[in-house]
């Protein structure tokens, strides 16, 4: 699995146990919602930090929460 792939499972895994969908995501977060796309799609390698704050922010999440998760504790991240 790569880091991306990870960081796209967890935003869609919240999404749902919250009942919400990206385009409600984007407004909480104020991402655009091409960006939350690419995120959830995979398609983007490696979101910024600043990027993380605003999505765990918009999840009423601290940025230590949105990352600790079994995947991202117990996988070891191929190269990208």
């Known amino acids: 699995m790569k880091y ?3 960081i796209a ?6 999404c749902r146990e919250k009942g919400i969908t ?3 995501l984007a407004t909480l977060s104020g991402l655009r919602q091409s960006t939350l ?10 979101p910024s930090l600043r990027t993380l704050h605003r999505i765990a922010t918009g999840l ?4 230590a929460e949105f990352l600790d ?3 991202m504790n117990s ?3 191929e190269d990208e």
Do not use: P, S, Y
């Open 4 to 6: 991306g792939e990870a």
């Open 9 to 14: 499972l967890r935003c869609n895994e919240i």
């Open 22 to 24: 990206l385009n409600k």
């Open 37 to 46: 796309d690419n995120i959830a799609k995979g398609n983007t390698k490696n």
């Open 60 to 63: 009423n999440m601290t940025v």
């Open 69 to 71: 998760f079994d995947v």
């Open 75 to 77: 996988t070891i991240f």
